[in-house]
């Protein structure tokens, strides 16, 4: 017992000295001067690309999981197996090497087929975050869909609506209050998971501060504000989710 | 006679290796009233719902209205404006105003426009006697209202033949006579119907023909005075006696 408390004061010891020799220095980021303010502002620049690389990702991973998501519900196992495939794959797959093979691989498969399709960090990281992120859209599609009684298909069957008349006017429009709490923790996560964009030179958030940090050696005070850069991004999104919410909830049975 | 509506000619269906339909054959001619009872689990719901291809069935023939309707989605495609279906659930579409369950079908199905179909949803409601909960939501209604309502709006597809399963087995006691006397009602109007249900006063009522299933089979089929009075087989008198002492 004694010898693990001094193991622990010991430990604290180190890590004080290890501290020694980093103080805090907000001075960075202090918007009372016109160094500190120029670097809020250089730093907060990189919102509109987090944003827009978010936005676009989540678009396109909405659409193609429910695209994923629909052969999983299939009669046929001949489409559960395609839908298996592509969650289990795709999400197997961990963000940092999927946005290598995008950004240096897929120009290189192109090239051998005789193409000519660069692809730039913007898009890179767009198709990567998208790509990544549909395994599991699809995966709340289906348990969305799945959990819409089965006798609301059969109902929708008896009035003559087709496959596609059914889930658009009977399933999805039922499954979307549920689908959504779901959505809205993956844009999140696509919201977060962009800063992976920083590695392949896109100028978002992350890459920013990456950048000020190499200028002004001081990474605590600016990965600081980072942090409440995602917080304030990632608080808005959930504002936003909850008055959908509220909207939604209105057209939903008592 | 009138042309055949409904023609099973031994149809068989298995769930994996348990037998639910065996060698099925059932005739219902157009304008004819068909009830068929039996216990729990003896094939009668799923008889129904193979003919309107809600499930496949294995082997045999059914024939709509002369068509044969095969597991092919093509096959049965034309001939789902013939049949309307009445499920024990409801399957109202909660999301949707009455009004709105009942216009979906015939705009999106029969491309009818908004004014046409709506001023058919009231005329249907009408004649469930509901003329004026067009724009609640099904869960806003009572259990009795609900299904008259998915009645009315089996009706807004003007089929041919109505198929009941069960429609009043999930509602509370009170509300059971509103349905059946919305049913009596079509019956009388001359609608072909096959109705799978336990209440054998509306059986009585309204029946040319009474279908007796037991253990996946049709045991005994005939018209209801034969039927109450002089059953044939042991199974449908023991049947009869449960369901009618009380």
């Not at chain 1, 950004?103 to 498969?109: H, M, Q, T, V």
């Not at chain 1, 005070?221 to 942090?227: A, F, G, R, S, W």
Request: contains cysteine; proline residues 5%; aromatic residues 8%.
């Amino acid at each position: 017992m004694r010898i693990s408390s001094f193991l622990a004061l010991a430990s604290l010891a180190v890590l004080a000295g290890c501290g020694s020799s980093a103080t805090w220095g907000w001075y960075v980021i202090d918007p009372t001067t016109a160094a500190g303010w120029t670097n809020i502002k250089f730093l907060i620049s990189g919102m509109g690309d987090t944003i827009l690389i978010s936005v676009i990702a989540a678009v396109i991973s909405i659409v193609l999981g429910l695209l994923v998501a629909l052969p999983g519900l299939s009669e046929k196992r001949g489409w559960r197996i395609v839908n298996r495939v592509y969650v289990e794959l795709i999400r197997a797959i961990p963000l940092l090497p999927m946005l290598f093979w995008v950004f240096y691989g897929l120009p290189i498969i192109f090239r051998s087929m005789g193409l000519n399709v660069p692809i730039d960090p913007f898009w890179g990281a767009i198709i990567t975050l998208a790509l990544s992120d549909s395994a599991f859209t699809a995966e709340i599609y289906r348990a969305g869909i799945q959990s819409i009684a089965k006798g609301q298909r059969e109902a929708a069957q008896t009035v003559g609506l087709s496959y596609a008349q059914t889930m658009r006017y009977v399933i999805l429009p039922q499954a979307i209050r549920r689908i959504l709490p779901p959505l809205a923790n993956q844009f999140i996560y696509i919201v977060k998971m962009s800063a992976f964009a920083s590695v392949i030179g896109m100028q978002e958030l992350t890459r920013r501060a990456n950048e000020l940090v190499v200028t002004e050696y001081r990474p605590l005070e600016i990965y600081t504000l980072l942090i409440l850069e995602y917080l304030i991004l990632v608080l808005l999104i959930s504002a936003g989710v909850r008055w959908l919410e509220r909207r939604m909830g209105s057209d939903e049975r008592s | 006679m009138a042309a055949s509506a409904i023609e099973l000619r031994g149809v068989n269906k298995w769930y994996d290796t348990f037998h639910v339909l065996k060698d099925i054959d059932l005739t219902v001619a157009s304008g004819e009233k068909v009830v068929i009872c039996g216990p729990s689990g003896s094939g009668k719901s799923t008889v129904v719902r193979c003919i309107n291809k809600l499930e496949p069935h294995d082997t045999g023939i059914i024939r709509v209205f002369g068509q044969e309707i095969t597991n092919d989605p093509r096959s049965y495609s034309a001939m789902q404006g013939d049949l309307g279906m009445v499920f024990q659930q409801f399957n109202l579409f909660p999301h949707l105003s009455v009004l709105e369950n009942l216009t979906l079908g015939p705009t999106k199905a029969l491309g009818l426009n908004r004014k046409e179909a709506e001023e058919r949803a009231r005329r249907y409601l009408e004649r469930v006697r509901i003329p004026d909960q067009a724009d609640k939501r099904p869960s806003q209604l009572s259990g009795g209202q609900q299904q008259r309502v998915a009645i009315a709006r089996a009706l807004c597809m003007e089929p041919k033949v109505l198929l009941f399963d069960e429609p009043t087995s999930a509602l509370d006691p009170e509300m059971i006579a509103e349905v059946l006397d919305v049913m009596i009602t079509l019956a009388q109007d001359g609608m072909t119907m096959v109705v799978v249900t336990h209440e054998m006063g509306f059986a009585r009522k309204v029946a040319d023909k009474m279908v007796f299933m037991d253990g996946g089979e049709i045991v005994e089929q005939g018209p209801p005075d034969h039927f109450f009075t002089t059953p044939k087989s042991e199974r449908c008198k023991t049947f009869l006696s449960q369901i009618l002492q009380h």
